[in-house]
């Protein structure tokens, strides 16, 4: 089936299983040649084999490794059509090389999306649909798949991408970087970041470039690619991820992936973006004084609600952006800070003052990432938390997490799971928090019907114990 919100992204006949991308990029004019091996499976007959691709200029396209094939490019669609079809079942690879200066996807609800240039260098900023802006690929949340992410730039530059740094190359004037992210991944999460920055740790961590299991920080490395002018405002302002580490540890279950990046670009971002084991912020976001750090916490939990777990269809988003945002009250709580009961009060205030026209369980494309999906998001995270308890909402957080770690998820999976820890009727619950416009009750302030649990008029959301001082 076609994606509900983009259904002319991707393609249902194949899944990829691995892409190779084999990149160069002059910054100072922007220009960008690849080479781009798909790999993947048909899972029916496949007579053409189409790519999402942006406006590039392909100059070969092979099949299998050394025959040429037939192809057309329009409409940012690649369109390869191989001597013989390909089996239902079978493996193939195609390779596409391709040049030109990337064009950031421009969309009517989000502006541009993908590759963008900077002052100096470049990052990628994809979600939900960007990631033809640099490459070719089977453009869907669903299709996740292996990367290899190779890129050659002038020598000043450091070049960030998802996974593991397995080679760098230090040429006359140019330096080859080669990353490897074998865990699945989709591809609006993966990404390249370019820019003369300073590779260092997150304080307290595993210094860059050691081993995971080694330093004070705990057993992940966490690394960051910075502008040397905001060193000092980064090591102040990040200092708690370790300890963020800690808790959505402890709460989600174990970290997804080998280590975690941060990326500080040089210019102001309207918002940080998460890419697959990577978030990166803007200059803006680093201000020594932590005023963004509910933001870093929302990146880093992106990494089990998104990236891990990814959405099977994109209106599920609430799944990837209410439980980024509860992790924020769950950090405030656990810190020091205001408890998620009180910033549920707050959260409730500010969308009684907005129109109620929002259905979060299917919010509609124009509202993907409308703010009321994530708070709402959150507020029944919240309310499902008070209704159920705390050791029930933990165990259900931890078994979400492990049973489909690097894999799919969608509403009714949840809601069907949370059912599976709670003797309490939950159905009214998610109708009214996830499918119904009106903004419910707060549990305990109304009917069963409305989503409350016994009726106890003037109640709040109340606190829960177990978080406080991590």
Not at 29 to 53: C, E, I, K, N, Q
Not at 193 to 215: C, D, F, H, N, R
Not at 236 to 249: I, K, S
Request: proline share 8%.
């Amino acid at each position: 089936m076609s994606d509900s919100y983009l259904p002319y992204h991707g393609d249902d006949g194949y899944r990829v299983t691995s892409y190779d991308l084999d990149l160069e990029y002059v910054p100072h004019t922007g220009r960008l040649a690849g080479r781009a091996t798909v790999h993947g499976t048909a899972r029916r007959a496949l007579p053409v084999v189409v790519l999402d691709l942006g406006r590039f200029r392909v100059t070969k396209v092979l099949v299998d490794g050394a025959r040429p094939a037939r192809w057309a490019h329009r409409g940012e669609k690649l369109r390869i059509t191989p001597e013989r079809p390909v089996p239902p079942g079978g493996r193939f690879s195609v390779e596409v090389r391709y040049q030109g200066v990337p064009q950031p996807v421009r969309t009517r609800e989000w502006g541009e999306l993908g590759w963008e240039q900077l002052d100096e260098g470049s990052l990628v900023a994809a979600q939900p649909h960007g990631a033809p802006s640099w490459f070719p690929c089977n453009d869907r949340p669903d299709d996740k798949a292996a990367y290899r992410i190779a890129l050659t730039a002038p020598t000043p530059y450091t070049v960030v991408a998802n996974g593991r740094l397995t080679a760098r190359t230090v040429g006359a004037s140019t330096t080859r970087w080669v990353y490897e992210q074998p865990v699945p991944m989709a591809t609006y999460l993966a990404t390249v970041q370019i820019g003369p920055y300073e590779l260092v740790s997150v304080p307290g961590t595993v210094p860059y470039g050691g081993e995971a299991g080694t330093g004070a920080g705990g057993e992940v490395p966490q690394t960051a690619a910075v502008p040397r002018a905001l060193l000092t405002r980064f090591a102040h302002d990040f200092a708690r991820q370790p300890r963020m580490m800690a808790l959505f540890t402890e709460l989600f279950g174990p970290y997804p992936f080998d280590s975690y990046g941060v990326v500080v670009v040089g210019e102001e971002l309207d918002v940080p973006v998460e890419a697959q084991g990577l978030a990166v912020f803007g200059a803006n976001h680093v201000d020594g004084a932590r005023g963004s750090e509910r933001l870093i916490a929302h990146e880093l939990a992106h990494q089990w609600f998104g990236n891990s777990l990814t959405v099977a269809d994109w209106r599920h988003i609430w799944l990837n952006e209410g439980f980024a945002k509860y992790a924020e009250w769950l950090w405030s709580e656990a810190s020091g800070g205001p408890s998620a009961a009180e910033h549920a009060a707050r959260s409730r205030a500010r969308l009684l003052l907005l129109p109620q026209d929002v259905r979060i369980a299917d919010p509609g494309l124009r509202r993907l990432f409308d703010d009321r999906v994530y708070e709402r998001g959150a507020l029944t995270l919240h309310a499902l938390r008070t209704v159920v308890g705390e050791a029930a909402f933990r165990a259900l957080l931890r078994e979400w997490t492990t049973a489909h770690r690097h894999g799919l998820v969608t509403t009714e999976g949840f809601t069907a799971l949370a059912a599976r820890h709670t003797a309490e009727p939950l159905e009214g619950l998610f109708r009214a928090w996830l499918y119904e416009k009106r903004l419910p009750d707060p549990p305990g302030t109304g009917p069963v019907g409305d989503g409350g649990s016994v009726p106890a008029p003037g109640a709040e959301f109340r606190d829960l114990p177990g978080l406080r001082n991590v």
